[in-house]
């Protein structure tokens, strides 16, 4: 049921109304737009300079430039063609995607899903936060200005408050910045592409490198977690808004193309450079906005457009994140509103940020463990998810997605033992990141299947595909018997 009354169809509430929607199904009359308007949000979602910098953890498979691009492209455009699917439900439910989860796996069940949702969306509000942070106080130390711990601390209280803002507005708001974010941004990329061109060594890019499959699958799967996949548990957050006669195919494209242009563009970039400059690897994983920030003419004029686009990226993907983290609180039965709920969120992603920018001793190691840890479930999820929705005909029963006596049940077995599943097989074949201990115990199928330390498949963190194949497959094979008595 609605927390609002249905809109007049031919009003438009203003973007500064705070959205009182929650994780309710959209009335109809609120139904708008079309699948055209999806583009924006996606490619804003990506649209951030500290992009060019996952470059830095991809060249570290040892391929050369061609190979490793290739396999990067391949890796962002099937990642959100992952979150096209996912979009299809939101037009079929006009629900939440994490309130739509529980027709697969349960009322109670769905718990599990959205508590790795949550961690998910918190680490990339914390990755956002921290990244504009950094990028602030490097430009102001570049130019000679005020910097250190003081001003560090007021431009984190800045830049958490313009996502905790955007983000509690709401959709409206998000998206209606996120078009002008877009415009403005695509602009400042390419003006920062063409001022550090001149870095790229084109007679580099020929030289031929070491290709496996298995450092292939590696560049794969680190560039689907590091961009689309992370964004399948929000991708029926906005597809909710659009009326139930919006052609599904529309909706995957757009918001795979939407999802894919910027990341495909500033990581070949960012693979130009790295591979020009070997030493530009290290830099990136020590500090990726200050490694940037140094490509770049010391002037004002420079460098703080610079800071503006890179500021205007990462809090509108920041915005994006927190208003979908506010939605999953909320269906882990918060009893709030959505507002609320964001506000809530807010003040976790502040102490996470704390913590990253002031305690944690590097930003590259923390953040591959935390893509890779989070990434197998993740995709567990999503390949139940996408099974189960794509086994269902008519359009989700949007009443019983509230009600555990209803037909969609208090625990969906077939999807959670099959996320389970994968998610337990998928963490014995990734590697951890050997600066985080409590992950040292990942990688434990490899061991008992007595492959060598300096094989190249312990990198290659081809559990999350294994992953993604389980919680699909299990779904389907054993999740059919159930959807039909649901339908019947």
């Known amino acids: ?110 718990a599990v899903p959205t508590l790795i949702s949550y961690l998910t969306l918190v680490g990339w509000e914390i990755v956002v936060v921290g990244t504009t942070v950094m990028a602030a106080t490097t430009v102001f130390s570049r130019l000679g200005w005020a910097h250190g711990a ?36 695509t602009s400042m990329t390419l003006a920062f592409i063409a001022l550090t061109l001149g870095n790229v060594n084109w007679a580099s890019l020929s030289q031929p490198g070491e290709v496996s499959p298995a450092a292939f699958i590696g560049v794969v799967v680190v560039a689907a977690a590091a961009f689309g996949l992370g964004w399948t548990n929000s991708g029926a957050d906005y597809s909710r808004y659009l009326p139930r006669a919006s052609s599904g195919r529309a909706i995957v494209a757009w918001t795979t193309f939407g999802g894919s242009l910027v990341p495909i563009v500033l990581v070949v970039y960012g693979l130009m450079l790295v591979t ?20 770049l003419p010391t ?43 964001a506000s809530i969120d807010g003040v976790l992603m502040t102490l996470g940020s704390v913590y990253l920018l002031w305690f944690a001793g590097s930003f590259f190691g923390p953040f591959e463990g935390f893509l890779i840890f989070l990434g197998v479930p993740l995709a567990a999820w999503a390949g139940a998810f996408i099974a189960d929705a794509v086994s269902r005909r008519p359009d989700y029963a949007g009443n019983d997605l509230f009600d555990v ?38 990688g434990f199928l490899f061991d008992a299947l007595n492959v060598p330390a300096q094989s190249t498949w312990r990198a290659s963190d081809i559990g999350v595909i294994v992953a993604l194949l389980i919680g699909s497959a299990g779904t389907l094979l054993i999740g059919r018997a159930r959807i039909a008595r649901q339908e019947s």
Not at 56 to 75: D, H, S, Y
Not at 76 to 105: C, D, E, M, N
Not at 150 to 173: H, I, P, Q, S, T
Not at 279 to 291: F, K, Q, R, V, Y
């Open 1 to 110: 049921m609605s927390t609002s009354s249905p809109a007049p169809t031919t009003h438009t509430p203003s973007a500064l109304q705070v959205e009182a929607n929650g994780i309710n199904i959209i009335p109809e009359g609120e139904r708008h737009g079309t699948p055209r308007s999806l583009f924006w949000p996606w490619a804003t979602a990506s649209l951030s300079i500290f992009n060019i910098s996952i470059a830095g953890l991809l060249v570290t498979f040892g391929m050369g430039f061609g190979p490793t691009a290739l396999a990067a492209i391949l890796g962002i455009t099937a990642s959100f063609f992952l979150v096209g699917q996912v979009s299809l439900a939101g037009k079929r439910a006009s629900a939440p995607t994490l309130v739509i989860s529980r027709a697969a796996f349960g009322i109670r069940g769905n």
């Open 150 to 185: 003081a001003v560090e601390a007021v431009v984190f209280v800045l830049v958490v408050l313009v996502v905790v803002a955007a983000g509690v507005y709401g959709f409206r708001l998000v998206t209606r910045f996120q078009t002008l974010v877009t415009i403005a941004c």
């Open 276 to 295: 020009s400059n070997p030493n530009l690897t290290g830099e990136l994983s020590d500090n990726p906005i200050g490694a940037l920030v140094d490509l």
């Open 299 to 341: 002037s004002a004029l420079i460098l703080l457009p610079f800071l503006l686009i890179l500021s205007l990226g990462t809090t509108g993907g920041g915005a994006m994140n927190l208003y979908s983290s506010g939605l999953t609180l909320l269906t882990l039965g918060l009893r709030v509103s959505r507002a609320v709920a």
């Open 405 to 442: 006596t209803g037909r969609y049940g208090s625990i969906g077995w077939p999807a959670l033992g099959s996320m389970i599943a994968g998610t337990m097989i998928g963490w014995g074949l990734v590697s951890a990141d050997t600066s985080a201990f409590i992950l040292a115990w990942q």
